[in-house]
Structure formats: structure tokens, C-alpha cells
């Protein structure tokens, strides 16, 4: 028969068996971290990315008809957000050292400071990277200096591609994303369930790019004084502005100045390609080395202005350090090469210089400057997320 001192062992053992299994329990029971607030700072109600404030004018059919969003792939809070978080991610670059945002700061309107970007191990792209503020409004939809790329979606994963700048392949791509926890999560809240591949990759990164948009700018807010206008008229005084900065409005909307045939829409692009008369001859073909058409030789892409204050260097080369130095070149320096674009054509072919004064200049840089848009540089929804 077992004594009373077995008994008081084997009701203490009995215990001890029970508060083992009650921990464990408890310790299967507590809710796992969540990987995406451990790693992100994402806020609690997801970021406005679809429908901003945007005043009427730049709601107007003919801007409406500039925007190049794909039909299978509209813009969503959460698809943005999940492009934001791929934008910023520097583990899709060969060493992990490089990310989207690393060549498009946004400080800097989202391009680079530097001539040229460098890549993951040091080397330098072969342009500047150009602003993407605005993307989203370039009427036919190609993208890089030389139009290379057909759509938004085909380009975003090209630099990822490209030996220099992020150095990996597609289906590295896929496995970095795969083998981050806190992208399940963004994945099914962006497309509806877990699945991750390089379309929707693209995708989301995508729709992060066409919701960087500028609307707030000195520009806008004195645009609003005409809103039944389709256009202001280019001696039209803007309460808010300088007598300087008025006159720059007028030279460059007027014919003194010409800017406004390839920056005159509200969205300040082109949808076309043009040789602005950088070189007699040829240091870059362009657009001409993705056609074989020697008629598009030295042709480049028409990046929109807003913002342009702050995205020097300016040209595909990054060759001119200050606005300055841009409208001196308009003024004085354009070169006659074979396909300098008519818009910069005299009747009898030799290039059409401006010619303005020293006053003039400076006009039209204070009207540039309008175009500044600091709420877009620094909004928390388009800023890096990581921790």
C-alpha cells in the first residue's frame, strides 16, 4: 500500500504536470507578432492613394486623357501601399544594399542628385534618373529616356534586371519577396490572397509610382483663380505671385518663350520624344537605338516640370547643374542637329534661340520655381516605411 509520503509525492508530481500544461497552453495561446508592424511603419487606416483633393482643372478631360494607368491594373489604397513597401525594399538588390528609392529620392522629386545613379556594387547608370512625379500623366505610356520600355508595369522591373543597378533576376526577385514575412500579409491585402510572382510585383510597384502626383504646388494655387479656364491665358496675373514670376508665366506660355508646345499642359510634359538641340552630333541616340529609325536619333523623352527645382541635374546626361544653366541653353546654346525638333526650328531651318534678356532669364526661372511642390517631397505616404 502506498504511504502517506508517496501520496503527497504523487499529488505534488500531479501539480507540477498540470501548471507544465497550463504554460505550454498559455504559450500557444499568446498571439504571434505581427511581421508587418514589426518591420513597417504602416498606419492603422490605410494612406489615401486613389482619390487626392485634386483641384477641378486637373480633373478636366484633357488631363483625364493623358493618364497611362493600365485597364488590369487600376490603383488601389493597399496595391499602393504594397508598391511603397517594394519601392523602399533594399533586399531586392543583389547585396541587399539598393532599392528603387535609392536612384528616386523622394526629397529630390524622386530622381537623383547625382549625374549618374549608382548601383548595388558601385557602378553608374547610363543617364540621370529623371523624376517620377507625375508618371502617371505621360499620354503614351513609355517609359526611360529612350521610351525602351511599353508600359509602367514592363519598366519598374527592368533596373531590378539590369546588371548595374539591382543586379538580380525575376525569379530572385520573386524568392526575396517570398521569403519576407510581412509580405503575405500585403500580398492578400492588395490581390486577395497570398500569391507572389513578378506580375504583381510589378503591379503594385506600379501603382505606387502613378500616385506620386503634384497638385500643390505655388503654380496650382494661383491656377485656381481661373478654374472655368481650360487654360490661363498667358498674361493672366496670379494674385499670388510676383511681378517676376508673373512675367516668367507669360514668356514661357507665350511665343516670347515657346516652352509651352512641348511643357503645356498642366501636367508641364509632352507626349512625344524631342531633340532639344543638346549636340550637332550624336553623343546618345535615344530613342533612335531602340527603333533603328535615323530620324529618331538623339531623341529624347519629355519629363514633366513640376518639381523641376529640385530635381537637378537636368537633361538625360545631367550635363547643366542649375535652371540657369538650362535656359542659357535655350537661349543661346540650342545646336543644329539633323532631328532638332520644329519646335525649336526658324522657318528657314537654323535653330530658334530665345534671346531674352538677363531680367527674363531670371523670370523665367522664378516661374519654374512656382511649379515646386514640397507637400509631395515630404508626405509620410510616399516616404520609406521600413523601421
Given at each position: 500500500?502506498?504511504?502517506?509520503?508517496?501520496?503527497?509525492?504523487?499529488?505534488l508530481?500531479?501539480?507540477?504536470?498540470?501548471?507544465?500544461?497550463?504554460?505550454?497552453?498559455?504559450?500557444?495561446?499568446?498571439p504571434?507578432?505581427?511581421p508587418?508592424?514589426?518591420?513597417?511603419?504602416?498606419?492603422?487606416?490605410?494612406f489615401?492613394?486613389?482619390?487626392?483633393?485634386?483641384?477641378?482643372?486637373?480633373?478636366?478631360?484633357?488631363?483625364?486623357?493623358?493618364i497611362?494607368?493600365?485597364?488590369?491594373?487600376?490603383?488601389?489604397?493597399?496595391?499602393a501601399?504594397?508598391?511603397?513597401?517594394l519601392?523602399?525594399d533594399?533586399?531586392?538588390?543583389?547585396?541587399?544594399?539598393?532599392?528603387c528609392?535609392?536612384?528616386?529620392?523622394?526629397?529630390?522629386?524622386?530622381?537623383?542628385?547625382?549625374?549618374?545613379?549608382?548601383?548595388?556594387?558601385?557602378?553608374l547608370t547610363?543617364?540621370?534618373?529623371?523624376?517620377l512625379?507625375?508618371?502617371?500623366?505621360?499620354?503614351?505610356?513609355?517609359?526611360?529616356?529612350?521610351?525602351?520600355?511599353?508600359?509602367?508595369?514592363?519598366?519598374?522591373?527592368?533596373?531590378?534586371q539590369?546588371l548595374v543597378?539591382?543586379g538580380?533576376?525575376?525569379?530572385?526577385?520573386?524568392?526575396?519577396v517570398?521569403?519576407?514575412p510581412?509580405?503575405?500579409?500585403?500580398f492578400?491585402?492588395a490581390?486577395?490572397?497570398?500569391?507572389?510572382?513578378?506580375?504583381?510585383?510589378?503591379k503594385?510597384?506600379?501603382?505606387f509610382v502613378?500616385?506620386?502626383?503634384?497638385?500643390?504646388?505655388?503654380?496650382?494655387?494661383?491656377r485656381?483663380?481661373?478654374?472655368?479656364?481650360?487654360?490661363?491665358?498667358p498674361?493672366?496675373?496670379?494674385?499670388?505671385?510676383?511681378?517676376?514670376e508673373?512675367?516668367g508665366?507669360?514668356?514661357?506660355?507665350?511665343?516670347?518663350?515657346?516652352c509651352?508646345?512641348?511643357?503645356?499642359s498642366?501636367?508641364?510634359?509632352?507626349?512625344?520624344?524631342?531633340?532639344?538641340?543638346?549636340?550637332?552630333?550624336?553623343?546618345?541616340?535615344?530613342?533612335?537605338?531602340?527603333?533603328?529609325?535615323p530620324?529618331?536619333?538623339?531623341?529624347?523623352k519629355v519629363?514633366?516640370?513640376?518639381?523641376?527645382?529640385?530635381t537637378?541635374?537636368?537633361?538625360?546626361?545631367?550635363?547643366?547643374?542649375?535652371?540657369?544653366?538650362?535656359?542659357?541653353?535655350?537661349?543661346?546654346?540650342?545646336?543644329?542637329?539633323?532631328?532638332?525638333?520644329?519646335?525649336?526650328?526658324?522657318p528657314?531651318?537654323?535653330?530658334?534661340?530665345?534671346?531674352?534678356?538677363?531680367a527674363d532669364?531670371?523670370?523665367?526661372?522664378?516661374?519654374?520655381k512656382t511649379?515646386?511642390?514640397?507637400?509631395?517631397?515630404?508626405?509620410?505616404?510616399?516616404?520609406?516605411?521600413?523601421?
Amino acid at each position: 500500500m502506498p504511504t502517506k509520503k508517496t501520496g503527497v509525492i504523487v499529488a505534488l508530481a500531479t501539480v507540477i504536470t498540470l501548471l507544465i500544461i497550463a504554460c505550454n497552453k498559455n504559450k500557444t495561446e499568446l498571439p504571434q507578432e505581427d511581421p508587418v508592424a514589426k518591420y513597417l511603419n504602416l498606419p492603422a487606416t490605410v494612406f489615401n492613394y486613389t482619390n487626392p483633393a485634386m483641384p477641378a482643372y486637373l480633373l478636366s478631360p484633357p488631363i483625364q486623357g493623358q493618364i497611362n494607368t493600365a485597364a488590369n491594373n487600376q490603383t488601389t489604397d493597399w496595391g499602393a501601399t504594397l508598391g511603397r513597401v517594394l519601392f523602399y525594399d533594399k533586399t531586392l538588390s543583389k547585396n541587399k544594399t539598393i532599392s528603387c528609392a535609392s536612384c528616386h529620392k523622394q526629397e529630390n522629386a524622386f530622381s537623383d542628385f547625382e549625374t549618374l545613379s549608382k548601383g548595388f556594387n558601385g557602378g553608374l547608370t547610363g543617364r540621370n534618373s529623371m523624376s517620377l512625379i507625375d508618371a502617371k500623366y505621360y499620354p503614351n505610356g513609355r517609359f526611360f529616356w529612350d521610351q525602351r520600355a511599353a508600359t509602367l508595369e514592363q519598366q519598374v522591373l527592368m533596373p531590378i534586371q539590369d546588371l548595374v543597378e539591382m543586379g538580380i533576376t525575376l525569379d530572385t526577385l520573386v524568392k526575396r519577396v517570398q521569403d519576407q514575412p510581412y509580405y503575405p500579409t500585403l500580398f492578400t491585402k492588395a490581390f486577395g490572397n497570398t500569391t507572389i510572382n513578378s506580375d504583381l510585383i510589378s503591379k503594385a510597384i506600379s501603382q505606387f509610382v502613378r500616385s506620386i502626383i503634384s497638385y500643390q504646388s505655388k503654380y496650382d494655387q494661383g491656377r485656381q483663380t481661373f478654374p472655368a479656364a481650360p487654360a490661363p491665358p498667358p498674361n493672366a496675373l496670379f494674385p499670388n505671385f510676383t511681378a517676376q514670376e508673373n512675367r516668367g508665366k507669360e514668356i514661357f506660355l507665350s511665343p516670347i518663350g515657346g516652352c509651352a508646345p512641348c511643357h503645356g499642359s498642366e501636367t508641364f510634359t509632352a507626349p512625344d520624344v524631342k531633340n532639344n538641340g543638346l549636340d550637332a552630333m550624336l553623343t546618345d541616340r535615344g530613342f533612335g537605338a531602340v527603333t533603328n529609325i535615323p530620324t529618331d536619333n538623339g531623341l529624347f523623352k519629355v519629363t514633366s516640370l513640376r518639381n523641376v527645382e529640385l530635381t537637378a541635374p537636368y537633361m538625360h546626361d545631367g550635363r547643366f547643374a542649375t535652371l540657369e544653366q538650362v535656359i542659357d541653353h535655350y537661349n543661346s546654346g540650342v545646336k543644329n542637329h539633323p532631328n532638332l525638333s520644329p519646335q525649336l526650328r526658324l522657318p528657314n531651318g537654323q535653330p530658334r534661340l530665345l534671346n531674352i534678356s538677363a531680367a527674363d532669364k531670371a523670370a523665367l526661372v522664378a516661374f519654374l520655381k512656382t511649379l515646386t511642390d514640397r507637400n509631395v517631397t515630404s508626405d509620410v505616404k510616399f516616404s520609406n516605411p521600413f523601421k
